[in-house]
């Protein structure tokens, strides 16, 4: 996280993130499932300006960034980045209006969110806008809210949040994740990967995923991946990068098919779906590689297509 303040205003910049490894192990009686997942902070980034007003109302306004790695081509800008909602929808408004009432105050604020992450799509841009939203709100309006209430806060919203709060935007990056997501233990890698993504046209809802899939007789572990990830090589990294979810994504777009294909015949070491989908990332052997791999994507019109690196705030 990169922070900007002045008396009254901060700027944040929240980052995406991908799926390393995703296992379901059971489904809970409240209805989410039980997995454990390797997420890893990407240097994509939303920007979220937070500024405390004198009256008591909340604010919003969203706007792709101009020339946004996810607003490549105009014509395609609705279909691939998905929906933008300014009001109590947006889960930007719910954490700052969750924390205020956790607070007990009745302040106002200004939040303008630019966004570069592509919506609906399994690289957590809601959710780390989110977790950026607590962070700011607990600054800017000076309340002083310990670490863990902050997490239980981004917990009750949504699994992904406190990922993005402990380890995307105030950690080193990466981290494995249990529960439903919020239990986050971090993990110390300090390698530097380089991915190539690619949103396709028409993302995915996260509840519809989960609805269709079914729960492994023997699920995977994520230990070796850890292993590799600490002292393996890239190729044994990319051979363990998993995600269960890619299962019922696929029934419900062929374009996650086509897409980790197309990715391994443009040259990549391996690919995936990132979280619920419906975007894709292939791992890469250096910077260079994964610029080669995105060029000769980008002229397949498969749709939104960009080079991204692990990021931590050690590295920023
Ligand atoms: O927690 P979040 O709002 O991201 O979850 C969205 C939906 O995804 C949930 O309503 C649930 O249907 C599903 N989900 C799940 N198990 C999880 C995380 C999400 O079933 N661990």
Request: proline share 4%; charged share 20%; hydrophobic share 45%.
């Amino acid at each position: 996280m990169f922070l900007k303040r002045s008396a009254e205003s901060i700027t944040v910049h929240s980052p995406a993130k991908l799926n390393l490894f995703l296992e379901l192990l059971a489904k809970r009686s409240d209805g989410f499932h039980e997995l454990e997942t390797i997420m890893t902070a990407i240097d994509v980034f939303d920007t979220l300006r937070f500024t405390a007003t004198d009256d008591a109302q909340l604010t919003l306004s969203c706007q792709f960034a101009p020339g946004a790695v996810a607003a490549a081509n105009r014509d395609e800008v609705d279909a691939t980045l998905g929906d933008l909602p300014t009001g109590p929808t947006n889960l930007v408004y719910r954490a700052v209006e969750l924390i205020r009432k956790e607070a007990g105050i009745e302040r106002g604020a200004k939040i303008e969110l630019t966004k570069r992450i592509p919506a609906a799509s399994g690289l957590g841009g809601a959710s780390s806008d989110a977790a950026a939203a607590l962070v700011a709100a607990d600054i800017v309006w000076k309340l002083g809210m310990s670490r863990s209430k902050l997490a239980e806060l981004a917990a009750q919203l949504g699994s992904d949040i406190p990922f993005f709060l402990h380890t995307g935007l105030l950690g080193n990056g990466m981290a494995h994740c249990q529960g439903r997501g919020e239990i986050i233990t971090p993990l110390p890698s300090m390698r530097r990967m380089h991915f190539v993504v690619i949103r396709p046209l028409g993302g995915l809802s996260t509840a519809d995923v989960f609805r269709r899939c079914t729960i492994p007789a023997s699920p995977l572990a994520a230990r070796d991946l850890s292993a590799s990830l600490q002292s393996g090589s890239i190729a044994d990294i990319g051979q363990r990068i998993h995600n269960r979810l890619s299962e019922p994504s696929r029934e419900l777009s062929p374009e996650i098919d086509r897409l980790t294909k197309s990715m391994v015949q443009a040259g990549a070491i391996s690919s995936q779906m990132s979280g619920s989908g419906s975007a894709c990332f292939a791992l890469c052997h250096d910077a260079r590689h994964a610029r080669n791999v995105a060029a000769k994507l980008k002229s397949r019109r498969l749709g939104v297509v960009f080079t991204a690196s692990n990021c931590g705030v050690q590295w920023n």
